[in-house]
């Protein structure tokens, strides 16, 4: 069965601290991994995606599937970091539907 | 230009009612793709459109929910003999083409009483 599994319903950490939320997958072949993020009052935007293999805001993430996870990891966290960030799962190559995890709220202290 | 528009941003109402959720997509997106989010869950998808044929409806949860797009542009997902447990936010996103990003609108928040 395709799934994403986010362990974390909260991560807290403080300003300057190194980030990283977890995501695990199940696929039967070549996944294609995404993370959304969606900012307090705003709406839900594409953070990143495997395939680019971009650091946006200083995230990255990368695909180990030999473990099959995806974590994104910021080694120093600002408070505008401060949001739900979702992983998701290309689900079908051909309809572009995703699948996404639970998602983990990321609380940067000051 | 504008992102994607779903209207109403809340709806409430009571238990066996119909209702019908709007989206306007990007102007010249033509895929279009409905997903449901419950409290606490991330999205789940419902259904996805390419142009005015749903190519995909196997997230639909049963058939009181029904989902158009007559002209290829603004969508309609209809819920009828609407139950407390259809209460969530609906999301609508769409997309340009099949290796572009997926543009989520603000949701409708649903309230089943």
């Known amino acids: 069965a395709q799934r994403v599994t986010q362990p974390e319903k909260l991560l807290s950490v403080f300003k300057g601290a190194p980030v990283e939320l977890k995501c695990n997958y199940s696929y039967s072949g070549s996944p294609e991994l995404f993370w959304y993020v969606q900012y307090s009052r705003q709406r839900l935007q594409l953070l990143l995606r495997?395939?680019s293999r971009e650091s946006i805001k200083g995230f990255t993430a990368d695909l180990n599937k030999g473990e099959t996870s995806f974590h994104l990891k910021k080694p120093f966290a600002q408070e505008e970091d401060s949001a739900m960030y979702y992983c998701a799962l290309l689900g079908s190559s051909n309809t572009g539907k995703l699948i996404f995890g639970q998602g983990t709220t990321l609380q940067v202290k000051p | 230009g504008a992102g994607v528009s779903q209207t109403p941003s809340n709806k409430v109402t009571e238990k066996g009612k119909y209702v019908e959720l709007r989206c306007d997509p990007i102007?010249?997106?033509?895929?279009l793709y409905w997903y449901r989010q419950s409290l606490g869950q991330g999205p789940e998808f419902l259904i996805y459109f390419q142009g005015t044929g749903a190519a995909d409806d196997s997230g639909l949860p049963n058939d009181r929910f029904f989902a158009v797009r007559p002209e290829g542009s603004v969508s309609t997902l209809k819920i009828q003999r609407t139950e407390r447990g259809d209460s969530a936010v609906y999301l609508c996103?769409?997309?340009?083409?099949?290796?572009?990003?997926?543009?989520f609108g603000d949701g409708t928040r649903l309230s089943i009483l």
């Open positions: 996103a769409s997309r340009f083409g099949l290796n572009q990003p997926q543009h």
């Open positions: 495997h395939i």
């Open positions: 102007s010249g997106h033509t895929a």
